[in-house]
């Protein structure tokens, strides 16, 4: 995978990352966005 892409993968998942009780977790909303489901 080329490097911008890999850079803009890494934006798109670190933008959806939350924290919630000290813990980063993603919302299976966005995690099943990001796959493509």
Do not use: C, H
Request: no cysteine; charged share 20%.
């Amino acid at each position: 995978m080329p490097t911008n892409t890999t850079a803009t993968l890494a934006k798109q998942i670190e933008t959806r990352i939350l924290m919630l009780r000290g813990q980063r977790v993603i919302l299976d909303a966005d995690l099943s966005a990001l796959y493509g489901v």
